[in-house]
């Protein structure tokens, strides 16, 4: 394996041996949007290296609601712009990555006595369908509604509309790019904390950097520094003495198994209370109920966490679409909560804030920040050609692929579904994956689709430095499985020893701190 590609305790040492050069480009931020910035950097030809204060994608990139969308309610709401960008994406990125990004299909309840509703779903229907360039019948009966959703009450529905749109691991989606990015000469570091910009002249020229494992701390140039820290941007800014513009919304999500909310594809119903569009996702082997779109008004640095208030919402449009399911709280397997970075407009509904993205420059200071997971690359690809005012040799690919391409196969007599999973989250590895870890590592978690041989993986090569790393990022075992796989914990706790060296004190410390984060951040309130 690229020696660039083993994320482990070595290569951190090594990566922090080498930082003090000379860079083209520092990316600050390892979600989605830094990921895009230095895949598209280094394909520029750019000497790049992204830093990322906690872990990759430990912010909004992992806590989304998980769809590769084009945004059917931005359409809704006259952001024409955003929706096509959005599925131009979407086919792209499903076209490039099968076993990552995946089809699926969506069921739009219509309500009763609302007959001007259903005209507006289907025009906007016809519009999503033109974008993408393809032509799907949308109309159900309430006979063909009935067959797709059994479970769904139809007594205050008309009729019914299916649509198409795609769904992700988006945590996995950031490490591929970041993978892919190193692979080409990206240098790439998690808990890198940037604390301080480093000006001359008036001009943002450097950064201080802080190891938040050893507690180092080197200075650092470079000719451009982004600043794509999402809904933390103002952070940095403020440095600058530059305006606040951010509004921080949080949405929050229930996780139900397929047990106690069955799902075939995802359905799409406004809220009884105040007719908000709520999705009902099925998801690695689970179903998702969200999502909110709140104020977030606590400290950022804090991890967000679901409020009383979200999980009755979000219950009772669940309990209101499946009565007969029975569904209570008991039944909740986990909650996550996000935050988007969200420019503010002064929108009375949260809803309503555009979620285009927007770019500023301040003081030599690029600001990437908005936008959705889909259209990562587009605002890559915006920002270079706004670096080339100080950067003037990037030469931008704007028709270059977003992920390399895997390979064709997979040798072995894995599951045609496994072979794809691996494909899709791994590409160039999943053959190296089957050639070093052991045959009987390559099968499911409790009955979910997740594999053991990719926690074992992510321990030995994708800089894991806790159990939460671990389990709900490069894995998602803490939100598939109640108290976060807790009923598992031997089987980590021996992959962790093998992997990562670490002892039994180590251990015990590393599991108490992962299960007080999932009670306090992915559990119910209490």
């Not at 201080?208 to 940095?236: E, F």
Request: proline fraction near 5%.
């Amino acid at each position: 394996m690229n020696p660039q590609l083993q994320w482990n305790a070595a290569w951190r040492e090594r990566t922090w041996q080498a930082l003090d050069q000379a860079w083209d480009v520092i990316i600050i931020g390892g979600g989605i949007t830094g990921a895009g910035l230095v895949r598209e950097a280094t394909r520029s030809g750019l000497k790049a290296l992204l830093l990322e204060a906690r872990d990759f994608a430990w912010g909004t990139s992992s806590r989304s609601s998980k769809l590769v969308h084009g945004g059917l309610r931005y359409l809704a709401q006259g952001q024409v712009c955003v929706t096509y960008d959005s599925v131009v994406e979407r086919e792209q990125l499903l076209n490039e990555a099968p076993g990552l990004v995946a089809p699926l299909g969506f069921l739009i309840g219509l309500p009763q006595g609302k007959p001007l509703k259903r005209w507006v779903y289907q025009a906007g229907l016809l519009a999503y369908d033109a974008l993408a360039r393809r032509r799907e019948q949308h109309y159900l009966s309430m006979a063909n509604l009935r067959l797709q959703a059994p479970y769904l009450d139809d007594a205050n529905l008309a009729a019914g509309l299916r649509y198409s749109d795609a769904q992700t691991d988006d945590a996995r989606l950031v490490l591929r790019i970041l993978r892919e990015a190193a692979a080409a000469g990206a240098t790439v570091l998690n808990y890198a904390a940037v604390e301080q910009l480093v000006r001359a002249n008036e001009q943002v020229v450097g950064v201080v950097v802080r190891d938040q494992l050893s507690q180092r701390q080197q200075t650092l140039k470079a000719t451009a520094i982004v600043n794509a820290t999402g809904a933390w941007v103002d952070q940095l800014r403020q440095q600058i003495q530059a305006p606040a513009k951010m509004r921080p919304l949080r949405g929050s999500h229930l996780v139900f198994s397929q047990t106690q909310l069955p799902l075939a594809q995802a359905i799409n119903l406004e809220h009884p209370r105040d007719q908000r569009p709520v999705f009902f996702v099925p998801w690695e082997g689970v179903s998702i109920v969200g999502t909110t779109d709140l104020d977030h008004s606590a400290d950022l640095w804090h991890e967000p966490s679901i409020s009383p208030t979200e999980v009755a919402y979000l219950l009772e449009a669940a309990q209101t679409a499946f009565p007969s399911l029975n569904l209570s709280l008991s039944d909740v397997i986990s909650t996550w909560s996000g935050v988007r970075p969200v420019v503010d407009t002064g929108a009375s509904d949260p809803s309503k804030e555009s979620r285009d993205y927007v770019l500023w420059q301040e003081q030599g200071l690029l600001t990437v920040t908005g936008g959705k997971l889909t259209t990562f690359r587009l605002i890559a690809l915006e920002a270079l050609q706004l670096l080339r005012q100080r950067l003037p040799q990037i030469k931008l690919w704007p028709n270059a692929p977003r992920l390399n391409p895997a390979p064709s196969n997979l040798a072995g007599t894995l599951a045609p579904s496994i072979k794809q999973r691996l494909l899709g989250r791994y590409a160039a590895e999943a053959p190296l994956m089957l050639q070093e870890l052991p045959n009987h590592e390559f099968c499911s978690i409790a009955d979910l689709p997740s594999l053991w041989a990719e926690i074992r993986w992510a321990a030995r090569y994708e800089a894991v430095t806790n159990v939460g790393d671990l389990l709900l990022r490069r894995s998602r075992l803490g939100l598939l499985l109640p108290n976060g796989a807790a009923e598992y914990q031997a089987q980590i706790q021996a992959i962790c020893t093998e992997e990562l060296g670490w002892d039994g004190q180590r251990w015990r410390t590393e599991w108490q701190n992962y299960q007080q984060l999932i009670a306090q951040h992915y559990s119910l309130p209490d």
